[in-house]
């Protein structure tokens, strides 16, 4: 499969928007969530338009949109580096690499420290991030689990680029 990543442009936001609608609904039996009067979940994407330190990326399966991801400042056990904030593949393009490709796309083009994190429910994304996360850091990451706030789960924490 041929996939091309790059941070997004103003012209992908609108398919953004869509592809978070895709995810949400897939995500919405452990991220309980409720559809606006407009009939969409919603997901305000401003502050990643503005990019300032919030991102948003997109993937390609030759010229059709395969998935997205969202980089936001680390937010669970610091606040300098980045955090990803949503990661989504596409389902007919998965378990074909696509996945690795955004990941490591995304990971080179913010170095620095880095947290990654996963609910509780979503076995097939910790698979899935401990498996890039090994590769990315040659094993040199460590993981908590985050069981009290507004956000829980488990954390994988890093530095790429060779900052401290
Ligand atoms: C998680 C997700 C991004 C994986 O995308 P993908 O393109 O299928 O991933 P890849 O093909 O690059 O997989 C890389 C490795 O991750 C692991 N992995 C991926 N999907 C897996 C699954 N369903 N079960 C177990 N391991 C899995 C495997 O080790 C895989 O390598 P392999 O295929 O050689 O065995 C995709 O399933 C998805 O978008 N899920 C719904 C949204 C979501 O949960 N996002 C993450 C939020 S933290």
Same mark, same amino acid.
């Given at each position: 499969?041929? %996939?091309?990543?790059?941070?997004?442009?103003?012209?992908?936001?609108?398919? =953004?928007?869509?592809?978070?609608?895709?995810?949400?609904?897939? $995500?919405?039996? !452990?991220?309980?969530?409720? =559809?606006?009067?407009?009939?969409?979940?919603?997901?305000? $994407?401003?502050?990643?338009?503005?990019?300032?330190?919030?991102?948003?990326?997109?993937?390609?399966?030759?010229?059709?949109?395969?998935?997205?991801? $969202?980089?936001?400042? *680390?937010?669970?056990?610091?606040?300098?580096?980045?955090?990803?904030?949503?990661?989504?593949?596409? @389902?007919?393009?998965?378990? &074909?690499?696509?996945?690795? *490709?955004?990941?490591?796309?995304? =990971?080179?083009?913010?170095?620095?420290?880095?947290? %990654?994190?996963?609910?509780?429910?979503?076995?097939?994304?910790?698979?899935?991030?401990? @498996? %890039? !996360? &090994?590769? *990315?850091?040659?094993?040199?990451?460590?993981?908590?689990?985050?069981?009290?706030?507004?956000?829980?789960?488990?954390?994988?924490?890093?530095? $790429?680029?060779? =900052?401290?």
């Amino acid at each position: 499969m041929a %996939v091309t990543c790059r941070q997004a442009q103003p012209n992908d936001f609108p398919a =953004l928007g869509q592809m978070l609608e895709l995810y949400q609904y897939e $995500l919405s039996d !452990i991220w309980q969530q409720d =559809l606006g009067a407009d009939g969409r979940y919603g997901y305000d $994407l401003a502050r990643h338009r503005e990019g300032t330190r919030f991102y948003a990326h997109v993937a390609f399966e030759a010229d059709h949109y395969a998935g997205f991801a $969202l980089v936001a400042p *680390a937010a669970i056990t610091r606040t300098d580096g980045s955090w990803m904030e949503q990661f989504f593949i596409l @389902k007919r393009y998965r378990r &074909a690499g696509a996945g690795r *490709a955004l990941a490591f796309h995304v =990971l080179n083009s913010h170095p620095g420290p880095w947290e %990654v994190g996963e609910m509780p429910d979503n076995a097939t994304a910790r698979a899935f991030w401990r @498996k %890039v !996360i &090994a590769e *990315a850091t040659a094993g040199t990451f460590t993981e908590m689990h985050v069981t009290e706030g507004s956000w829980q789960g488990t954390v994988q924490r890093f530095h $790429l680029g060779g =900052l401290a």
